[in-house]
């Protein structure tokens, strides 16, 4: 068993930068891809199924990039950074192609091809913490990845907003294409992709596995069955400790989802009254983008926060508050109108506090009872119930949206706050205990 050296701030810095560019790509489909459906033509109840793309590929995408990163070794490139690598060319691309949809089929399959390969670069990236921080660091690792995640979005979200107001780029458009100001942010966005990526591939290096480690790996089975075997059996023999946190992922993250979907065209058109191709709805819409950035403004600077407030009080005892306070941000959507836009900023501000939680402590608490050769695939796994509930918010929330909420945006929006509270709940039944902090 190798022991891993404890690495410096500046260490740490330069191996989580690189998901400063991941999350430009997240953070500019969630600010942008529902308001980029309405101006294609998508009608609200047709919002979640044009999601589905997501958590599919996560869904395929996650558990094989994990499996494949924990099997490969290159002697220049490691194990994880090839797969960085690879994901933010492919993500840039798509980057650069989104804001060209002409079409809602064009925009959607295209965002699945961008969610496709963030998660080849994603992954990796949450079992990279692991192989290369002492136990004593990881909440410190993850924390300063969701540091550099609230930069990214912080940025991301803005970026509309930054164009109309600091540059004079147009806000609206005609009905069936994009606003000038959200071409441009995905242009950015795609060159800061990539560049941030490729800054942490050249700055950080990987140690390499043990010579034990290495036999053991080379002389296991290969190929697509025997991968399909193993993580099929990592799911029947998953931790305690893991269930536990898998119940809280699968209620968090359908409450992030029906946000994401929601808040921004909630704004737009029950806040500001606008339609598609308006300037009220671009208004609403720019002002959405600008509280998501502040939302990650919040993130990232809770994320210095977290390290001290769970040694003092626990991981879930953390977690269980930052979800508390993210979901009742949440349902303060119903107290806005537009003499009192200042509380979308509060709102968000509360939702930044629990998405620097839920961006670090699942992982943090997770970790120390994975095996140590199996990080990749179970972190893979982990994701399913992600992905999952957001499958089935797809599938079905559309028929919640027309049916019991009326088509009301801000009723779903609020419904994700309540998912919130009830998944900070769950988190105090998990065994801190048996769990390193």
Known sequence: MQTKPTLSF??????SFGFMGIQFGWGLQMANMSSIYESLGAKPE??????????????????????????????????RRPFFLIGAILSSICLFLMPSSSALWMAAGLLWVLDSSINISMEPFRAFVADQLPAEQRTRGFSMQSFFIGVGATIASALPWIFTNWFDVDGTAQAGQIASNVKWSF?????????????TVLTTKEYPPSEEDLVATRSEKKGILHGATEILTAIKTMPKQMRQLALVQFLTWPGLFLMWFFFTTAVATEIFKGEPGSAAYGEGSDLAGLAYSFENVVTFLFALVLPFLAAKIGQKWTHFTSLLIGGLGLILINFVDQNSTWMLFLIMGLVGIAWSSILSMPYAMLVPCLPANKIGV???IFNFFIVLPEI???LFFGDVMSGLLQNSRIAAVTVGGILLIVAGILTLRIKENNVAN
């Open 10 to 15: 500046w260490q740490i810095w330069n191996m």
């Open 46 to 79: 047709e919002i979640p199924g044009l999601w589905l793309a997501a958590p599919l590929t996560g869904l395929l995408v996650q558990p094989i990039i994990g499996y494949l990163s924990d099997r490969t070794w290159h002697p220049v490139w490691g194990r």
């Open 187 to 199: 242009y950015i966005g795609a060159i800061a992709f990539f560049g941030a990526v490729v800054y």
């Open 378 to 380: 179970y972190m893979g």
């Open 392 to 394: 089935i918010a797809s």
